[in-house]
Structure formats: structure tokens, C-alpha cells
């Protein structure tokens, strides 16, 4: 078969090239398009765009939501930036990711290899691993608290006890509050993310791993040189999903202990939660949206930071 | 293909315009909460009813009332709703303003609602009463504005008590009939009930705003001030002796006597909980909190004891507060006139009239409500000491096991809350006591030197 070469300076074939008028695009289907679009577009608005909108609107004012408010200009970020409250705050959430980073972070990888190498059951380890995440958080996290009892008949105290271990404080104490608060938070969201790394694994060749293991490579070395490099995607992106997420912690520290105790468990989000509804007199509105923008804007620039730093990692 | 997308396209129209009209339809429940009702010369007035989860008889009962009441003043038309005050869902429905035409509100928040406007000038209403001028001035202050006008009419008073386990002081060889008169006392029973029984002998509330509160409660009853009123100007006087004095107490108990247990994180609403599962010996808190101990933690009655607070020092005093019966500043004239009506019968009648008390004793007890509970007079002694005679077949308290109480409680002076800032200054106090019960180092001058800088800044504000 020859193929017929196109004569070097042949036109390209004329393409009916019509303007995008309004006509075009409605007989294009733009109205259905636009139909199918409607709910979205409607539910987005009202509930996610138009209070971040309201939000930005707000932490330049001083309202108390029933008089006029009046704008204040910078104001309320001044304010927010003098409060004494914020570095606690700061300092606690960053506690919290570290804490979630060191011991939330490596555990579904763990799970996920460890399960992706059972031979039987995976089902229901995979069920067992993932119903953590079912249960929903509000409950989960007054279970724990139950749990938590400082006293000597606590639950957890009492199961310690039975190896020799002393009674613990839990969330009694400043120094225990922090920790505890992220073991319930490892706990009831490690499911969730080792069924996704469960199924990232499923697309790391096998052949890797038997050439691997024809040099000689130990399960450490197999789970170092094979495993991570083939999930560095995957890695990346619940990586800095988690730091957003632990950034923005606040049914932990509000279900527990209320920020307490003495602030040493006060995070970014309770003290704008504070801020807006600790007084029964109607709170400090604008301070509480000022806060919200900067942690936003703090977030997006560590995700803009992230993304670039690790664009020449990651293998997309 | 096309005819199926025409299909579809025509099926989302017609959904999208249904949802459109439904939502318009469906009128603003909120919005004209204070209009005028329809009809000429009728007035609907929304008040609030029971606690929700309240007794369906209870509801009966109320729902009874309202008829009698419409009965009585046919241009009057009621409509109710369930209600609790609590601190974050007022805030939210001032703002979006549902809340009813009469609502309740504690003495607490009372001056600062006056203050911002947003409850009606119910005075003229008001001195149209017959027991006008009967009232407590210390209690009907609460309801005052700094005009002196009356913009909300208190209809319960309580004081702070020490509540006591009497079953724990059994175990722990006390007698329960002879509960403790001085804070030495107290500290010498919390550590015997903590050595015998290993319960908490001791607690105080800690957490959201009540840790300040009910601080403040021990520096009254040691003689000390959290803020003191110059003119306008207020000054926040946390580090004062009696503050002090109360932190260096809780320090006492809790490390060296370690009679407090090992849970501290407690608000109004757990302490509660834990007190009426018989894990506290005692604590202090409202006289009134019975009620809620036997509806909301299922209390056994016979564990239950009231008594006054030890108080020690010059100017020592009891806490006191209440609840006032108010109007939305935005009600019209002729809804105002209706709603004082309202808490004439609803909320004030039982205090002063013998058969709108029995009626309501009798409907409580009947829906099992505690009758009775301790409390403080709205207008004098008398008048109070004649609402129970006449109620007393309906009494369903253990009136002899809060006799300490209800027998020197009149003897003490009542102190008013702190009237500015009050709940950043109770929340400053908060961390504090939460620093004093879980850091074993904790400087106490350190701390309330720090708490009283930053009130001092928040009332320095303009």
C-alpha cells in the first residue's frame, strides 16, 4: 500500500470555520448545557461562593450582624494579629500537623503494604481498616472522650492497666491533651486514606518487585526502591491534602476539650469559631472572617509553594 | 439523540422551575415575626414555650394556658415555639432575627441587650401592673436600662449554693444533715469523701465561660471584686485577694490533698452530669439547678443536698442572677402591650396570684417537674414565703435535704454579676482555673496578672 504524499504546498483542506455568535452557541446545545449546569452552579453559589464572598466582605467591616455594619478597613486584622490568642493558636496547629504528619502519615502506607501483601481476607481487612471513617466524627470523638476518663476506671485506663501501665491524664493534662486529640484523629481518618493507597499499590508493576527481589532485595529495601517511588503521586497529594486538612482542625480540640486545657489545645479554627460565637452577645464577627481569609490565603500560598517545589518530583 | 436531550432539557426546566416556585411560595417564617397578625383589631404574638424534649404532659399543660389566656383577651392570638437559651443559637437568631416577640434571657446578658437596643422599652406597659412597685429593686435592677426604664421584667431569681452529694458524705462517714459552714470545712470533707469513697470530693465547672463564673462565685464569697464600676469607667480587678485566695484553695485541693479527682474539664452541663452519677461530692453552682438535675441527669433524689455558701471577709457576698421575660425591640406598640399581657399571665401570675400558682404546681407535678426548687424572691419575703404555703401539696422536692439552704440563704447579701465584658472576663478566668487544676507548677500571680491585662484592655476599648 503507498500512501499518497500530499503535494507540499496543497492548501489544507477549507474548514467551515463560524463565528461563536449567540445563535451558534444555542443551537450548539448551550442552553441544555447550561440547564444541566444550573443545580451546580445554584448549590455552589449560595452555600461555597457567596458566603467566601460574604466572609472577605465581613472582615473588613465591624458588624454585629443586626445594626448596619460600619467598615473598619484593616482593622480587624490588626486586632487579630495583636490578640495574644493567635500565637497559641498558631503554635497549637502546628503542633497538631506535626503530631498528625509523624504519626498519621507513614501508618496507611504501613496498613495499605501490609494488607496489599495478605493473601486471604483482604476484604475484611479492608472493611475493618475503613469503618473508623464510617462512623461519624461527632460520635467518634465523644466515644473517645468517654474513653478518655482521666480517672483510674477510664476506659483506656483500665485496659492499661492490665499491662502495668499507670493512669494516664489523657486530656487532662496540657502536656497529653495535644497527643491524645491526635490519636483519635489518626484513628478515625487512617481508613480512608489506606483504601486509596490500597488501590495506588494495585498499579505498581509486579515485575518491579521480582526484579528486586532477584537482587537480592530485602522487604524494607523492596517497600524503599520500588514501592515509594512508584506511589511519589499519590504521596504528594495526601501530603499536602493532610497539612491542609490538620491546618484547619477544629471538631478534635471543640469536642474534647474546648481549646482547653489552658488554650494548650486552642487551634486556628476554634479561635475564629471563639471569636464568632463564645459570646452569647453576638461575637466579633469581623474578626473571626479576618482570621478565616489570612489562614486561607496562608494555606493557598503553601499549596502554590508546594506544588512548585515538588512539580520536578512528582511524576506527573 | 436529540429528541432524548430536548427530553431531558425540558425535564430539568420543569424540575428547576418547581424548586423556584416552592421556595418563594413557602414565605418567610422568621421575617415577620413582629408584624401585626391579619384581621383587624387581633394581635398574633409569638412567645416561646418549654425547653424542647420537654414532657409531652408538660406541653399539654402550656398548651392549656395559652387557651385560657386567649380566652381571657380574645384580641390576642398566640402562637409558640419551643426554646432554650443558649449562648451561640441566641447570638444566631438575633441575628437573623427569629427570635419571638417574647423571649427569656439570663440577668447575665440582660444590661448589654438593653444596651445595644435590642429589647422594647416595656416600661409604660410595665407601671401598668398591679405589683408594680412590689418588685426586689436589687432583682428588678437587672432588668433596667441605665435610663431607669424597664426593659425586662424578672420572673426567677437564684443564688449560688453548694450542692452536696448526701449519699457520698454517708460513705465517707459525714453526716449529710450537717453539711460543711466554712471553706476549711469543705476542704475537710472532699478530702474525707475522696479518701473513702474515691470519688471526686470536690469539683468546679471550668470550661466555656462557667470556669470564670463560677470563680468569680468564690471571690465574692472571700470578699474580693473581679471589676469595679468608677462612673463609666470599668476597671478589672482579677488579681485581687479574693480571687487569689480561691486559686490558692483549689491548688490546696487539688495537689496536696488530691481531692478533686482526675477529670477537670468540666462546664455547666457535664458537671452536672457527673454530680448526678454520683462521681462529685460537691460543687457549687445555681440553687436552681435541681430542676435540671432531675429532667436532663436523672438524679436520684435522695443523693440531693443544697446548702449556702461558706462566706468569709468583709463584703463577702453570694452571686445571685436570674432570668428575665423581655420583648423584641422590633415589636410594634400594640404587640408590646400584647406580650406584657403574656408575661403577666404566663411568667409573673403564679408569683403573686394563689390560683394561677396552684394551677401551675399542679401541672408541673403532675408531668413530674420538681416543684419547688430553691429559689429567690422576686419581690419580697413575705410574698415568696406565701407562694409556697400555697403550693406546698405540690412541693416533690426533698425540702429537708436543702433546708440549710433555704434557711440562710435570705441572711446572705446578694452580689451582682460583673456588669461589663462579662463573658471575656469569665472566659480569661477560665484558662486560668484550667492552668491552676492541671499544671502542678502553675504561678497563680502570673496568671491573673496576665488575665487582668488582657480584660483591662478589652474594657478599655471604646
Known amino acids: 500500500m503507498t500512501t499518497v504524499a500530499r503535494p507540499a504546498h496543497a492548501p489544507a483542506p477549507a474548514r467551515r470555520r463560524s463565528a461563536r455568535t449567540p445563535v451558534t452557541w444555542l443551537r450548539g446545545g448551550g442552553l441544555g448545557n447550561l440547564l444541566f449546569l444550573l443545580p451546580v452552579l445554584l448549590i455552589f453559589g449560595v452555600f461555597s461562593w457567596f458566603p467566601i464572598v460574604r466572609a472577605a466582605v465581613m472582615s473588613v467591616q465591624q458588624t454585629n450582624l443586626v445594626a448596619a455594619p460600619n467598615f473598619v478597613g484593616l482593622d480587624n486584622f490588626r486586632s487579630v494579629l495583636a490578640d495574644p490568642l493567635l500565637w497559641t493558636a498558631v503554635k497549637n496547629t502546628g503542633y497538631f500537623a506535626l503530631l498528625a504528619l509523624v504519626l498519621g502519615y507513614p ?76 490519636l483519635e484523629a489518626t484513628w478515625a481518618g487512617a481508613g480512608g486514606t489506606v483504601i486509596i493507597y490500597l488501590a495506588a499499590l494495585t498499579s505498581v508493576p509486579a515485575e518491579l518487585y521480582d526484579a528486586a527481589e532477584v537482587d537480592g532485595a530485602s522487604v524494607l529495601k523492596k517497600l524503599w526502591h520500588v514501592t515509594l517511588p512508584q506511589l511519589r503521586g499519590v504521596l504528594f497529594i495526601t501530603l499536602i491534602l493532610q497539612i491542609i486538612g490538620t491546618a484547619q482542625v477544629f471538631l478534635e480540640p471543640f469536642l474534647f476539650t474546648s481549646g482547653g486545657p489552658a488554650n494548650s489545645t486552642l487551634t486556628v479554627l476554634l479561635l475564629i469559631y471563639d471569636y464568632a460565637f463564645a459570646n452569647s452577645l453576638g461575637g466579633d464577627y469581623g474578626s473571626a472572617t479576618a482570621l478565616s481569609v489570612m489562614l486561607a490565603a496562608v494555606l493557598a500560598v503553601l499549596s502554590v509553594v508546594y506544588f512548585r517545589v515538588t512539580r520536578s518530583w512528582s511524576s506527573s | 439523540m436529540r429528541s432524548t436531550r430536548k427530553r431531558a432539557m425540558l425535564a430539568m426546566t420543569s424540575v428547576a422551575a418547581l424548586g423556584l416556585l416552592a421556595a418563594c411560595g413557602s414565605g418567610s417564617p422568621g421575617s415577620n415575626a413582629t408584624s401585626d397578625g391579619s384581621g383587624g383589631s387581633q394581635v398574633t404574638l409569638k412567645v416561646v414555650s418549654l425547653k424542647p424534649g420537654s414532657e409531652d404532659s408538660a406541653f399539654k399543660a402550656f398548651d392549656a394556658q395559652v387557651a385560657q389566656f386567649e380566652e381571657a383577651n380574645p384580641d390576642i ?106 471553706w476549711a470545712e469543705v476542704r475537710a470533707d472532699a478530702k474525707a469523701i475522696a479518701d473513702k469513697t474515691g470519688q471526686a470530693g470536690y469539683a468546679t465547672m471550668s470550661q466555656s465561660n462557667t470556669g470564670g463564673w463560677q470563680l468569680t462565685v468564690a471571690t465574692y464569697a472571700r470578699g474580693g471584686r473581679v471589676q469595679t464600676m ?81 462566706l468569709e471577709g468583709k ?142 484592655a478589652l474594657l478599655d476599648k471604646p
Do not use: H
Open chain 1, 107 to 182: 501508618l496507611p502506607l504501613i496498613l495499605a503494604v501490609l494488607m496489599s501483601e495478605v493473601r486471604r481476607f483482604k476484604g475484611i481487612y479492608s472493611a475493618l481498616a475503613y469503618l473508623p471513617v464510617v462512623v461519624p466524627p461527632v460520635v467518634a470523638v465523644l466515644l473517645w472522650k468517654f474513653f478518655y476518663d482521666g480517672s483510674s476506671t477510664g476506659v483506656f485506663n483500665t485496659i492499661l492497666g492490665y499491662v502495668g501501665m499507670g493512669p494516664f491524664p489523657w486530656l487532662q493534662n496540657a502536656s497529653s491533651a495535644m497527643p491524645s486529640l491526635v
Open chain 2, 77 to 182: 392570638k398566640i402562637e409558640s415555639e419551643e426554646y432554650e437559651w443558649t449562648g451561640p443559637t441566641f447570638a444566631a437568631q438575633l441575628a437573623g432575627g427569629t427570635l419571638p416577640d417574647v423571649f427569656t434571657i439570663p440577668f447575665t446578658d440582660g444590661k448589654t441587650l438593653i444596651e445595644n437596643g435590642q429589647l422594647a422599652d416595656l416600661d409604660a406597659s410595665f407601671k401598668k401592673l398591679p405589683y408594680a412597685d412590689k418588685f426586689n429593686p436589687n432583682v428588678l435592677q437587672a432588668g433596667k436600662g441605665e435610663d431607669g426604664k424597664v426593659y425586662g421584667i424578672p420572673y426567677a431569681a437564684y443564688g449560688i449554693g453548694l450542692q452536696y452529694n448526701r449519699t457520698l458524705f454517708t460513705q465517707a462517714g459525714l453526716n449529710p444533715d450537717k453539711p460543711p459552714t466554712t
Open chain 2, 230 to 310: 468608677n462612673g463609666a469607667k470599668a476597671t478589672a480587678t482579677l488579681d485581687n485577694a479574693g480571687t487569689k485566695a480561691a486559686l490558692e484553695y483549689l491548688k490546696k485541693l487539688r495537689w496536696d490533698d488530691n481531692s478533686m479527682g482526675s477529670n477537670f474539664l468540666y462546664d455547666w452541663g457535664s458537671i452536672n452530669q457527673a454530680f448526678a452519677a454520683g462521681q462529685i461530692g460537691m460543687y457549687t453552682g445555681g440553687s436552681d439547678v435541681y430542676t435540671s438535675l432531675v429532667t436532663s441527669n436523672a438524679i436520684s433524689s435522695k443523693d440531693y443536698g443544697l446548702t449556702t455558701l461558706p
Open chain 2, 315 to 456: 463584703d463577702a457576698g453570694v452571686l445571685g442572677g436570674g432570668t428575665l421575660a423581655a420583648v423584641n425591640a422590633k415589636a410594634a406598640d400594640k404587640v408590646k402591650d400584647a406580650a406584657v399581657r403574656w408575661i403577666d399571665f404566663y411568667y409573673m401570675k403564679k408569683l403573686t396570684n394563689q390560683d394561677a400558682a396552684v394551677l401551675d404546681a399542679k401541672t408541673l407535678s403532675e408531668a413530674k417537674q420538681p416543684v419547688g426548687t430553691p429559689s429567690l424572691p422576686i419581690f419580697d419575703q413575705a410574698t415568696y414565703d406565701t407562694s409556697l404555703t400555697w403550693i406546698k401539696d405540690y412541693i416533690n422536692i426533698p425540702t429537708a435535704q436543702v433546708k440549710t439552704f433555704n434557711d440562710k440563704i435570705f441572711g446572705q447579701p446578694l452580689v451582682d454579676e460583673p456588669g461589663r465584658s462579662t463573658q471575656e472576663l469569665y472566659a480569661a478566668l477560665d484558662t486560668v482555673v484550667q492552668a491552676v487544676l492541671t499544671d502542678k507548677n502553675a504561678d497563680i500571680d502570673a496568671l491573673l496578672t496576665r488575665a487582668n491585662t488582657d480584660v483591662q
